[in-house]
């Protein structure tokens, strides 16, 4: 599998937010990924669907929208409308994770689950089989420009096991602190699909720096 570089434009200037965007659908970059948090989840808020409605507009390539909130089952089909391609729900903000995991697929989306830093990749193994994607969270959630937690790679390989083991096809995701030197790492270790928000948008060549990502 090709390398999926997936920039988040939490980083982007959303003073000029079309700008980035057209600069991503011509880049390298095969998914914009949204960040949509609440404040109660994670201790900061974001943006909400009429920013990704808006998004959805312009963009050109899938729309990875990760869900950092609370009771996420209540905006299931609300993204749906607004345009994701990927959902991808907090197993830590999930009390019934099957459910919700067959509510996105019923609504023609693609189903991720995301882990927080201190979650450990073993508590999937009963739903690995339905899920297209694994976000491993290599900061703790809610803010960027973080720097990279090294218990990250370790669980790249055990996740990678386990779908081997499982015969599963899910997309392995790591998002937080990727650079060319952990996403080099991340690539090693197994992981297929690599989001980067702050390395990408604060460099002074964006397009030059997902490509550099995507030919690791």
Known sequence: MQTIIS???LSADFTNL???IEMVNKSEADWFHLDIMDGVFVPNISYGLPVVQQINKIAEKPLDVHLMIIDPDRYVEAFQKAGADYLTVHYEAC???HRTVQNIKQHGMKAGVSLNPHTPVSVLEDIIQDLDLVLLMSVNPGFGGQSFIENTYKKVKQLKAMI???NANTIIEVDGGVNLETGKKLLEAGANALVAGS???GANDPTHTISNLKNL
């Open 7 to 9: 920039p988040s434009l």
């Open 18 to 20: 079309k700008a980035d």
């Open 95 to 97: 009390t019934h994770l």
């Open 164 to 166: 081997a083991e499982k």
């Open 199 to 201: 390395f990408v948008f």
